[in-house]
């Protein structure tokens, strides 16, 4: 891997008040807010999740790097007004019905924004047919569901049904996980992809949107 920018680097070991100061020495240099994120702030969340999936970082560490994120974000969001960044696609996520543990969704949406993904969070205790509303309405690119309890996984399944029965399945990519979720139970329940954690989670859906 290349050596990183001082920018990247604020932002990987989690250095909120430098991350800000050197993305307003980028602004005040000429970068553009779209290069700023695109070529500094998207890799260094793309190392903070590889940190991440390998056992190099945890919870805490992952919550640093994504307030250095924040940090450097609130510097560029008044230049974005006029040129928005494009996105990577969007992404609509949540946690099953009966479910209401969000740490791990939580997380997985800031890689996804951190990486460049439009995302809308639906919340937690999400019913099939909630599900199926969104994405009926938001058209996203990638349905994202989570599930923390073994009582609660079977709803996942019964979600991809009701997309199945509303004929909308075939719109949109299904992306599941949770502590007691496997690639086997994706598999068998028909979605997608499995995503160990938030930062591989962030890679999956890059990779089916390229596919």
Not at 16 to 32: F, H, I, N, P, Y
Not at 68 to 89: F, H, I, N
Not at 121 to 139: S, T
Request: hydrophobic fraction near 40%; aromatic fraction near 4%.
């Amino acid at each position: 891997m290349s050596a990183l920018s001082p920018l990247q680097e604020a932002v990987v070991v989690g250095d909120w008040d430098k991350a800000a100061e050197l993305t307003t020495q980028e602004v005040k240099s000429g970068r553009q807010p779209q290069e700023i994120i695109g070529q500094q702030l998207q890799p260094a969340m793309d190392v903070v999740g590889r940190k991440f999936s390998d056992g190099e970082y945890f919870l805490p560490d992952m919550l640093m790097a994504g307030r250095a994120m924040a940090r450097a974000m609130e510097v560029l969001k008044p230049l974005l007004s006029d040129s928005p960044v494009s996105s990577l696609g969007k992404v609509v996520i949540g946690t099953v019905k009966g479910d209401v543990h969000d740490i791990g969704k939580n997380m997985v949406i800031m890689f996804l924004k951190g990486t460049g993904f439009e995302v809308t969070d639906l919340g937690l205790d999400i019913p099939d047919e909630k599900f199926v509303q969104a994405v009926r309405e938001e058209k996203p690119d990638i349905l994202g569901m989570s599930a923390l309890l073994t009582t609660t996984m079977p709803n996942l399944s019964s979600t991809i049904k009701a997309l199945q029965a509303a004929g909308l399945r075939q719109n949109v990519k299904v992306v599941i996980g949770g502590a007691p979720v496997t690639q086997d139970y994706a598999d068998q329940v028909g979605a997608d992809a499995y995503g160990h954690d938030a930062g591989q989670a962030a890679q999956i859906c890059r990779t089916l949107l390229q596919s």
